[in-house]
């Protein structure tokens, strides 16, 4: 198992996606620090970690507010014995015709996305650094970070942040022998974006014939390769944007 | 054994990153075909992979000759019926750096038809045999000098610079028939065969050299071999079955500086 002996804390980690990437770092031996806002949805998906012969923490958090985060920190360091995997999941998507977003909408959007990742990757960095044992920061950031689609500069703007985000904080972190990486999902089945437009069947089967490799995103892809770039067969990989998303980015133009 | 029951082609898989490709795709259970243009080094590498319990053949044949190419593909398909995966590693790169303006017609005419025809000419070849079996893999490797440009290495940067966009341009084509294209772009390898060659030329350690351009390197050491074979895998196997046209860099952080 290739986490065997490893803690991870996954942000984010009642929903699809979040369950998806919890589930495969547990299966590969990880135990897991589940944060998130909704308790009881975390509190499921601890429920099967544990299921699975390994231990779950869960963590009521705001990852926009630093006083949250501090206390989840040091919460998951004494529980786990040292943190060496941070993946920044927790996202919101609003979609609005262009001139209606507001700045509420805008606020949310980047604090959720783009500040809570740089909040919980200082923070848990900090004590990665301090521990002088390395350590993988993952941040889910989309196909958005680099291809556009109506209803959402705001978001974005946040996940294309996320892309550089990534990349500054490889260079800074990296003298720590800490990685920092994000994934790019296209469109995910229980994913946040699915909701909308995959709730109805016939929708989710248009939207996958257009997906070039024909099918929709699982939540279990993101988590296969969110356990390649925590594993140490990645140990050389940092700062980088994988996309996993089917092939929708290659899709751009010419359609 | 994430590649039980497979059959991977791998070119000049003779050394460096194309041994280490074979040797541990073999280690998780795939028949390698080992190519490579030089017999010695090709064979050497099928008796690694035998002596570690795997099975491989070799097969000689210079990538950017159509002919032989064809012949390495029916010599494949001799071993198993199948190549569920084609990795095209062999490349050059000349050994003086150069710009467009030093460099021979010649050596720009090898360096394309190695780096970028070779490897269309193998994925043509491969590709309608992997159609028939309902899918296949692609993995080339490919270089962070094709995403940045080097200095003075002109044919190198755009043969690579070509491979990956063929990458792409290819997984765009072929995703509908379950065939994922990606690419590796390695960061600088260590290279002992050529650091010892320069210790003896120069006097100076080239250990040293080497050190002060390793420190250049965000995470502090330069790339080897089981850094991209570990890649590709991850590329070749079903944990990545939903990506397909990317480029993976692998390089230490180093085009982030």
């Known amino acids: 198992m290739e986490l065997q002996g490893r803690a991870a804390i996954v942000t984010g980690a009642g929903g699809g996606i979040g369950k998806g990437i919890v589930l495969s770092l547990a299966t590969a031996g990880a135990d897991i620090v589940l944060v998130d806002l909704d308790q009881a949805a975390a509190d499921a998906?601890?429920?099967?970690?544990?299921?699975?012969?390994?231990?779950a923490?869960?963590?009521?958090?705001?990852?926009?507010?630093?006083?949250?985060?501090?206390?989840?920190?040091?919460?998951?360091?004494?529980w786990s014995g040292g943190i060496s995997i941070l993946v920044n999941?927790?996202?919101?998507?609003?979609?609005?015709?262009?001139?209606?977003?507001?700045?509420?909408?805008?606020?949310?959007?980047?604090?959720?996305?783009?500040?809570?990742?740089?909040?919980?990757?200082?923070?848990?960095?900090?004590?990665?650094?301090?521990?002088?044992?390395?350590?993988?920061?993952?941040?889910?950031?989309?196909?958005?970070?680099?291809?556009?689609?109506?209803?959402?500069?705001?978001?974005?703007?946040?996940?294309?942040?996320?892309?550089?985000?990534?990349k500054a904080l490889a260079l800074d972190l990296a003298p720590y022998s800490i990685t920092v990486n994000s994934i790019g999902p296209g469109v995910v089945k229980n994913g946040m974006s699915s909701r909308g437009c995959l709730a109805d069947g016939e929708m989710a089967e248009i939207v996958a014939s257009k997906i070039p490799l024909r099918r929709l995103g699982r939540p279990e892809d993101i988590g296969h390769a969110v356990v390649f770039l925590a594993s140490e067969k990645a140990s050389y990989v940092t700062g980088v944007m994988l996309y996993v998303d089917g092939g929708m980015i290659l899709a751009s133009a010419w359609s | 054994m994430r590649l039980q029951g497979r059959t991977a082609l791998v070119t000049g898989a003779g050394t460096g990153i194309g041994r280490g490709i074979a040797l541990l795709f073999a280690q998780e259970g795939a028949t390698i075909v080992v190519n490579d243009y030089d017999a010695t080094s090709g064979e050497r590498t099928v008796e690694?992979?035998?002596?570690?319990?795997?099975?491989?053949?070799?097969?000689?044949?210079?990538?950017?000759?159509?002919?032989?190419?064809?012949?390495?593909?029916?010599?494949?398909?001799?071993?198993s019926g199948r190549v569920d995966v084609l990795v095209n590693n062999a490349g050059i790169d000349l050994p003086q750096a150069t710009s467009v303006v030093d460099t021979r017609i010649e050596d720009w005419d090898r360096t394309l038809a190695v780096n970028l025809r070779g490897v269309f000419l193998c994925s043509r070849a491969v590709i309608p045999l992997m159609k028939e079996k309902g899918g296949g893999v692609i993995?080339?490797?490919?270089?962070?000098?094709?995403?940045?440009?080097?200095?003075?290495e002109a044919a190198y940067g755009a043969s690579k610079a070509g491979l990956v966009l063929l990458t792409k341009q290819m997984a765009r084509d072929f995703a509908g028939d379950a065939i994922r294209v990606n690419c590796v772009c390695p960061g600088p390898m260590e290279k002992p065969t050529r650091d010892r060659l320069e210790f003896l030329r120069s006097r100076q350690t080239a250990y040293e050299?080497?050190?002060?351009?390793?420190?250049?390197?965000?995470?502090?050491?330069?790339?080897?071999?089981?850094?991209?074979?570990?890649?590709?895998?991850?590329?070749?196997?079903?944990?990545?079955?939903?990506?397909?046209?990317?480029?993976?860099?692998?390089?230490?952080?180093f085009i982030l500086t």
């Open chain 1, 57 to 78: 923490l869960v963590v009521e958090t705001d990852v926009t507010d630093k006083a949250s985060v501090v206390d989840m920190v040091s919460r998951a360091a004494e």
């Open chain 1, 45 to 55: 998906v601890a429920t099967k970690v544990r299921k699975l012969g390994r231990r």
């Open chain 2, 48 to 79: 690694l992979i035998e002596d570690a319990g795997g099975r491989g053949v070799f097969v000689r044949a210079d990538v950017s000759d159509p002919a032989a190419v064809g012949a390495m593909i029916d010599a494949a398909v001799q071993v």
């Open chain 1, 89 to 166: 999941n927790a996202g919101v998507e609003i979609i609005r015709p262009v001139f209606e977003i507001s700045e509420s909408d805008w606020d949310k959007t980047m604090a959720v996305n783009l500040k809570g990742a740089w909040l919980c990757a200082q923070l848990v960095g900090q004590t990665m650094a301090e521990a002088g044992d390395g350590g993988r920061i993952i941040n889910i950031g989309s196909i958005m970070s680099e291809m556009p689609a109506p209803g959402e500069p705001h978001y974005a703007a946040s996940k294309g942040g996320i892309l550089m985000l990534t």
């Open chain 2, 139 to 152: 993995v080339n490797i490919a270089s962070i000098a094709g995403l940045r440009p080097m200095p003075q």
């Open chain 2, 209 to 253: 050299k080497r050190q002060a351009f390793a420190d250049q390197i965000p995470l502090g050491r330069m790339c080897k071999p089981q850094d991209i074979a570990s890649a590709a895998l991850f590329l070749a196997s079903g944990e990545s079955s939903m990506v397909t046209g990317v480029e993976l860099v692998v390089d230490g952080g």
